[in-house]
């Protein structure tokens, strides 16, 4: 495990600019003062609705514009497609704030173009062209650029060793995701190291198990015994139907499962349906729970879905699906809670986010938000401790046996349940606090 630190940039060797220069102008204000500058210091710009896929720089405003954030995102995806061309250097501008994650589109495009320099250069301040003027001549990593001239690059920290854990008060803990899978193995092992009370929260109800069946997690045999069931009682219902209700069944059981795991470490857990991509689902949910215990101390949010695609076949349908539960949940939460209240937050976002991964764009630039609003609340709440988990594979959660597989033979190893949940729980209650972003596992080590 390593943290992601920014650290100063030091321009390679110049080199020509790669011409013809193109400015998206979806926003133009700053599309403007960036040609004017880049003129200023000798560079001629074309100022372009679309990129015309010939250029050999482009430089994409649209992650500068008040579009609200998932249009934003979906919009600079959308027009790195048109620019797309061999040799190209496309570079995505964003401005630093909580709900930009734009590096994560770079990063996933460096994996399925990699004849393309796709960059992402967040701009900290009042930059303007003449200042971006001298690292476009060696475009070669995503940077953090000041007004100043100065700029940083994301680097990989040493690893991190563990320190004794501190005596721990006891709090309202929300977990979103946290009934089923990976998140609630974490959400176990921190209800043993802190005590206190936990709010498990998802989008599966809690579906009682069907009356004179055993219980079972086995999909397949419970299909089988409810079909064999209903046969008896002289129903006929479809395959769909059977299905539906057995994934429901299963749920449950993982949800009081987790329960009763949760409550025998000697702390209190309860479940609540929430769905984190409706922000009235959210609006009630945290209510109910605020009015109920109080101010919500401790927030962990592990929720999230995938709809993997390459950047060329990616629909606008799937990245708004991905960013609803994982990037506008957060920030459906966030504007629920009281946050000065929080001294604990722990986020999960995936290793994509930083190196990138093939299929996975919407999915790296909901996770680099995530690093990013992390960023922003540890800075909000410097007496909080805000820790945003870069995930490699898991043993179980998302990765099924066919993406199991598929790992084993990059040579990348999956993370145990039990010594994630140990690193999640260790880290958020006793890492350093100034380590935000944290890469957890030997994920894309070529990168």
Same mark, same amino acid.
């Given at each position: ?165 501190? @005596?721990?008060?006891?709090? #309202?803990?929300?977990? *979103?995701?946290? !009934?089923?899978? /990976? $998140? &609630? %193995? ?80 000697? @702390?209190?857990?309860?479940? #609540?349906?929430?769905? *984190?991509?409706? !922000?009235?689902? /959210? $609006? &009630? %949910? ?92 540890? !800075?909000?709440?410097?007496? &909080? ?63």
């Amino acid at each position: 495990m390593r943290a992601a630190r920014w650290e100063a940039a030091f321009p390679a060797a110049p080199q020509s600019v790669r011409l013809p220069v193109e400015i998206t102008n979806a926003e133009p204000a700053s599309a403007e003062a960036l040609q004017a500058g880049l003129a200023a210091a000798g560079i001629e710009a074309t100022l372009v609705q679309s990129p015309s896929g010939a250029a050999g720089t482009v430089l994409f405003t649209e992650g500068l514009t008040d579009a609200a954030m998932t249009a934003r995102h979906w919009a600079a995806l959308d027009a790195t497609r048109k620019a797309h061309c061999q040799d190209a250097a496309l570079i995505l501008l964003q401005r630093m704030s909580a709900d930009t994650g734009l590096e994560g589109l770079a990063r996933t495009l460096r994996r399925e173009w990699p004849d393309t320099s796709a960059l992402c250069w967040t701009l900290l301040d009042n930059v303007s062209g003449d200042m971006l003027a001298p690292w476009l001549a060696q475009p070669a990593e995503d940077l953090w650029i000041s007004s100043d001239g100065t700029a940083r690059r994301a680097t990989l920290g040493s690893l991190l060793t563990p320190t004794p854990l501190p @005596a721990t008060q006891a709090g #309202l803990w929300l977990v *979103t995701g946290g !009934a089923r899978g /990976v $998140t &609630a %193995a974490c959400a176990v092992e921190l209800a043993r190291q802190s005590g206190g009370t936990f709010i498990l929260a998802g989008r599966s109800a809690e579906t009682p198990w069907p009356e004179g069946i055993p219980e079972t997690t086995d999909l397949k045999i419970l299909r089988g015994l409810m079909a064999s069931a209903a046969v008896k009682r002289g129903e006929k219902p479809s395959p769909a139907a059977i299905d539906k209700a057995a994934r429901a069944a299963i749920a449950g059981l993982e949800i009081r499962s987790t329960l009763a795991q949760i409550n025998a470490t000697g @702390a209190d857990a309860h479940y #609540l349906p929430m769905d *984190t991509s409706d !922000a009235a689902s /959210v $609006t &009630a %949910a945290l209510s109910t729970i605020q009015q109920r215990f109080g101010p919500i101390t401790g927030l962990v949010h592990g929720a999230g879905v995938l709809a993997d695609r390459l950047v060329e076949e990616k629909t606008e349908a799937e990245l708004r699906r991905v960013f609803a539960t994982k990037a506008e949940g957060l920030f459906h939460i966030l504007s629920n809670i009281d946050r000065a209240a929080l001294r604990h937050v722990g986020l999960f976002s995936s290793a994509s986010a930083f190196f990138g991964n093939r299929g996975q764009s919407d999915y790296a630039m909901a996770n680099a938000i995530l690093a990013n609003a992390g960023r922003a609340l540890h !800075a909000e709440l410097p007496g &909080a401790q805000v820790k945003v988990f870069d995930w490699g594979p898991w043993e179980g959660g998302m990765v099924d046996a066919t993406l199991a597989s598929h790992f084993k033979e990059q040579g990348v190893p999956l993370i145990p349940l039990s010594e994630g949940a140990r690193i999640f729980a260790h880290e958020l209650l006793a890492g350093d606090p100034s380590d935000v972003e944290l890469i957890v596992g030997t994920v894309w080590s070529d990168a």
